[in-house]
């Protein structure tokens, strides 16, 4: 059983940054993913096992970017000029394939996510 555990979150004021960590049991394609209340959890950013093929979405290209350090089996999302909107409960997702998919359901494996709060 792979176990992931965030890291990070917490409040900012708008403009502010913040960068979450989640470590993974295993080396495993990671994911951040985000759920505001009474919407779907939706992808943010991914990176495969290799260090390769990063993905953000559209909505926070430019603000935020993901990276990994293999040797500690750790991924983590650094997130700038945050906004209101980008308040959410991050989670982690993984699993054990090479490309990194946008849906949610494709992901094996979570943590107990994180919360991230922007004042405005």
């Known amino acids: 059983q792979v176990q992931l555990v965030e890291s990070g979150g917490g409040l900012v004021q708008s403009g502010g940054s913040l960068r979450l960590s989640c470590v993974a049991s295993?080396?495993?394609?990671m994911a951040w993913f985000r759920q505001a209340p009474g919407k779907e959890r939706e992808f943010v950013a991914g990176?495969?096992?290799?260090?390769?093929?990063?993905q953000v979405a559209v909505p926070v290209q430019g603000r935020f970017s993901i990276s990994r350090d293999n040797a500690k089996n750790t991924v983590y999302l650094q997130m700038n000029s945050l906004k209101p909107e980008d308040a959410a409960v991050y989670y982690c997702?993984?699993?054990?394939?090479?490309?990194?998919?946008?849906?949610?359901?494709?992901?094996?494996?979570w943590g107990q996510g994180t919360q991230v709060t922007v004042s405005s």
């Open positions: 990176i495969n096992k290799y260090g390769r093929n990063a």
């Open positions: 997702g993984a699993h054990g394939r090479i490309g990194v998919f946008t849906g949610a359901r494709l992901y094996d494996y």
């Open positions: 295993e080396s495993y394609t």
